[in-house]
């Protein structure tokens, strides 16, 4: 069983079974998002239903990561191996957080900027998001600019967060991977 | 023993291959990661449109000279706000729970530009005129609209407006498009010949008060137990429709048709009747180039009042992002592609001009005459 167990011989070889649902349940929706907000910009004929999507799965990101961050600070988390440099670690770490604030920044920045546009924010057919700012062309643009760039950067640190994780699945095989899988440890 | 022999070696073969690949196996695990970022990368880039040379809604605002004037329209660029408020009939309840059908009086905003993007040009430079507006419900739910004086669209879909601009853009040499051109567009796009031809021979209007406007896409009513009615509307004048003779036209001031309208708007408000069609089930709903049969039923659902105007370059309406796709709770988009089209065009063209408002490129489109730049005139 995946059950975390506490006990004095040191950090669990798992993330909980919380943060671990929480990772891929995110991370299949980030990557939709990334892909449904770029069909936004460009489809001739897509746009409304992608747009009528990319509301509500940014407000279920948001309220997944706040989720998230409660729990990954809240319960021990697995250590890196020894065979990892100092350097790798702190990379490693900074993308995480960096990570987390993105999937924080993204949907706020999102809201905020359909607001400073005088847009509704469509829940659902009906229910609309009150505004989070009064209209205005500079934060509209601010945000708007804001909103793409971390999109874009998000992007690029998800294939980066994939790659390494793939490197250590299958090439270093340190036990990194399984610990957000339900596998052992090779 | 031949066919042994020949066994033996195959074995050999594919031992060694194994071996190979198990002693490259950190090459080719690096190999197939690289090869999986890199997919990810091409889906990306080409997702974006970055890649692929595929049409996508910026397409159709490549051609916007590089020396527009920062932060105006890039589409119907000479343009007045206004304010009023819409009244409902009531007559539209039946057929849909969006508010707006129901509520006594909704407050408006819109706006009546010129077709043409040169927000500078003279009134009688073209035949088209335009009403946008919206309204906002006492529930929230907005509706935005854009309704041109035209009766139909000139092509079935979005992409044939980019191949009619290409068709008649002007040959350098000559300065008139070319006919080859121009036949091979309506071949390909036959419907286009209506347009031409109510182009040609329709009366251009003298007066924004006295214009029809259409909203030429189809869109769906949903009424209070989810019933389907597809349906398109107008915006009828109280006023009668006025139009003149070529040299009357030729000879009118620059600003004609503006001035007219606040000429009017000084002696009171101006009104349009909200004509909801209802479509028949033959009727060509995701067609916008094809007319329903004028014998369709037709519902006044309400009446705008339009009170005042006051200049574009103030805010009120300068801001605001005409999307028709925008529609309250109670109405639904059709599968018109034009309409479609039309939510990721006028998505970019107002990031475009908001962000230079926002960051203060704009001169004359926010009224600072002092650095005025008319490039474009």
Redesign the interface.
């Known amino acids: 069983m995946a059950r975390q167990r506490k006990t004095p011989s040191g950090p669990p070889a798992h993330f909980n079974i919380t943060a671990r649902i929480l990772h891929w349940l995110m991370a299949a929706i980030i990557l939709a998002m990334i892909f449904v907000g770029l069909g936004m910009m460009t489809s001739l004929t897509w746009r409304p239903w992608l747009l009528d999507l990319h509301i509500p799965l940014g407000i279920a990101i948001l309220l997944l990561v706040v989720i998230r961050l409660i729990n990954r600070l809240s319960f021990t988390v697995p250590k890196l191996p020894a065979s990892m440099s100092g350097f790798q670690s702190k990379a490693a770490g900074t993308l995480h957080w960096l990570l987390y604030a993105m999937m924080l920044a993204l949907p706020l920045t999102g809201w905020a900027q359909l607001s400073a546009g005088g847009f509704l924010i469509k829940l659902f057919p009906g229910i609309n998001l009150p505004s989070i700012l009064p209209q205005s062309p500079f934060l509209y643009a601010l945000l708007h600019d804001a909103h793409s760039v971390m999109a874009w950067l998000l992007f690029l640190m998800v294939v980066g967060h994939l790659s390494a994780a793939l490197l250590h699945a299958w090439a270093y095989r340190d036990g990194i991977f399984s610990s957000i899988t339900w596998g052992r440890k090779n | 023993m031949h066919f042994g022999n020949q066994s033996y070696f195959i074995n050999m073969k594919k031992n060694s291959l194994i071996t190979y690949i198990r002693t490259k196996r950190?090459l080719f695990?690096?190999c197939?990661?690289?090869l999986?970022?890199s997919t990810?990368?091409l889906?990306?880039a080409w997702?974006?449109?970055l890649v692929g040379g595929?049409?996508?809604?910026?397409t159709f605002l490549k051609d916007t000279p590089s020396t527009f004037p920062a932060g105006y329209r890039r589409a119907h660029g000479k343009g007045i706000c206004f304010e009023g408020n819409f009244r409902a009939s009531g007559r539209g309840v039946p057929f849909s729970v969006a508010r707006v059908f129901a509520q006594q009086i909704v407050p408006a905003v819109g706006r009546f530009s010129l077709g043409s993007p040169d927000p500078y040009a003279p009134d009688n430079s073209t035949r088209t005129v335009s009403m946008a507006l919206m309204l906002t419900a006492d529930d929230?739910?907005?509706w935005r609209m854009k309704l041109n004086n035209e009766p139909f669209f000139a092509t079935r879909d979005?992409?044939g407006f980019l191949k009619q601009m290409e068709a008649y853009k002007p040959n350098p040499a000559t300065g008139t498009p070319d006919l080859a051109r121009v036949e091979a567009f309506l071949k390909e796009y036959p419907e286009a010949k209506k347009y031409v031809k109510w182009d040609a021979t329709a009366p251009w209007t003298r007066s924004f008060a006295g214009a029809q406007y259409n909203v030429i896409n189809s869109f769906i009513l949903i009424d209070e137990n989810g019933k389907k009615q597809p349906i398109r509307w107008s915006m009828r004048p109280h006023e009668p429709f006025t139009s003149w003779s070529v040299s009357q036209r030729k000879q009118a001031s620059h600003d004609v048709l503006f001035d007219d309208l606040k000429k009017r708007l000084q002696k009171g408000p101006l009104y349009w009747d909200l004509v909801l069609t209802l479509a028949d089930s033959v009727d060509p709903v995701n067609d916008p180039s094809q007319l329903w049969p004028a014998s369709r039923t037709e519902i006044v659902a309400g009446t705008l009042e339009v009170s005042q105007v006051f200049d574009q370059a103030d805010g009120g309406c300068r801001?605001?992002?005409f999307d028709p796709?925008?529609v309250p709770?109670g109405i639904i988009?059709s599968d018109d592609?034009v309409l479609?089209?039309r939510?990721?065009i006028y998505?970019?063209s107002?990031?475009s001009r908001?962000?230079e408002?926002?960051?203060g490129k704009a001169t004359d489109a926010v009224g600072k005459h002092q650095n005025d730049n008319r490039k474009n005139k």
């Open positions: 950190l695990v690096k197939g990661i690289l999986i970022g990810l990368i889906a990306f997702a974006a449109g595929r049409t996508t809604t910026q929230g739910e907005q979005a992409e801001d605001v992002n796709t925008r709770n988009l592609p479609l089209a939510a990721g998505s970019h107002h990031n908001v962000r408002i926002g960051y």
